[in-house]
């Protein structure tokens, strides 16, 4: 495979390399389907996930065979991330296979992953997985040049954009608009692009059919695809996860006095400084935190449910400042 012939020709320039791959469905769909469409059952795609998960290691070993290199299986779930030994754990384990010359290919272990709990695509676990090992730069392949200022199937103008400092709604909307959990697509790029820019991880999104494609992205100038500019952060992983990788279940409108406890002071948010609640949640779920004039400001883990929640409720803990990431 060509893409791991370009990858040895970067560790011997200096850099090592994690992949991180999908493909087992449609791997052991391809082998027990008969043709047929794709199942939906989730039930019938973690069986068919763990029918195609060897085939898909079996052909990312024989590509970096021809190169002499071994390659090791890492399956991650969301619990990988959220749970501090478990994080400690996944990056030892990554940064070990790295340390023996062996090439960790990370996939999502579909096979037993709760389809209420998961990343939702490989973008995403992408993008975790290069603040995991502190990687300095993050590449997405697909098959557009990069983020396009419009779908050029519509507009025949669209250009490139080469470089993103700050992913803004425009940015969405060239992308294809805003993504939940795992939509996919270019959307989700960009989604996995700004989680991996808050890491402090360069990102770059680039046609995977071009020849040479990532000796031209380490190349400078750089010519090819779009670059998101790292921030300076220091987010950790829990961080991480729950301002981009969870879903939110709602949203929490807060006054004045509020976002000043949250961002001068570093507080909690407490309930007597919310105005309005939308949405249906309960203890431990994700909501949105917005300003009056309804700007982001944060998102946080509520510590009650909608239901319970009282406006006014004087100095009720509603998202506790360990829950909270300010976004604004």
Not at 79 to 106: C, E, I, K, M, N
Not at 183 to 191: C, E, H, I, L, Y
Request: glycine share 12%.
């Amino acid at each position: 495979m060509a893409l791991a012939a370009e990858l040895e020709k970067l560790r011997d320039s200096g850099w090592e390399s994690v992949v991180v791959s999908s493909g087992a469905v449609a791997a052991g769909w391809a082998t027990i389907g008969q043709g047929k469409d794709r199942p939906t059952d989730v039930s019938v795609l973690q069986a068919v996930s763990a029918i195609g998960q060897h085939q898909l290691m079996s052909t990312w070993a024989n590509a970096f065979g021809v190169q002499g290199r071994t390659v090791g299986q890492v399956l991650l779930v969301p619990h990988d991330f959220t749970d501090r030994r478990q994080y400690l754990h996944a990056r030892q384990t990554l940064s070990t296979l790295l340390s023996l010359g062996v090439v960790p290919v990370v996939n999502e272990n579909d096979a037993v992953a709760d389809d209420e709990l998961r990343f939702g695509d490989n973008d995403r676990l992408a993008a975790l997985v290069a603040h995991l090992v502190g990687a300095s730069r993050l590449v997405m392949l697909t098959d557009a040049p990069g983020l396009l200022t419009a779908d050029p199937r519509l507009d025949h103008e669209a250009s490139l954009i080469e470089i993103v400092t700050e992913v803004d709604a425009r940015l969405e909307a060239a992308a294809g608009g805003t993504t939940g959990v795992g939509s996919g697509g270019m959307a989700s790029k960009v989604a996995a692009a700004r989680i991996a820019s808050f890491s402090g991880v360069e990102t770059v999104i680039a046609h995977a059919g071009l020849e040479g494609v990532l000796g031209l992205i380490d190349a400078e100038p750089r010519t090819v695809g779009t670059t998101f500019v790292a921030r300076q952060s220091d987010l950790n992983a829990r961080r991480l996860w729950i301002a981009f990788a969870v879903a939110s279940c709602g949203r929490l409108m807060i006054d004045d006095g509020a976002i000043d406890a949250l961002v001068k002071r570093g507080g909690s948010l407490l309930a007597a400084g919310v105005t309005k609640v939308t949405g249906e949640f309960l203890p431990g779920d994700a909501v949105e935190i917005h300003g009056p004039d309804s700007s982001l400001v944060g998102k946080g883990l509520v510590r009650c449910s909608a239901d319970e929640f009282a406006l006014g409720a004087g100095n009720l803990v509603v998202v506790h400042r360990d829950d909270l990431v300010l976004l604004g």
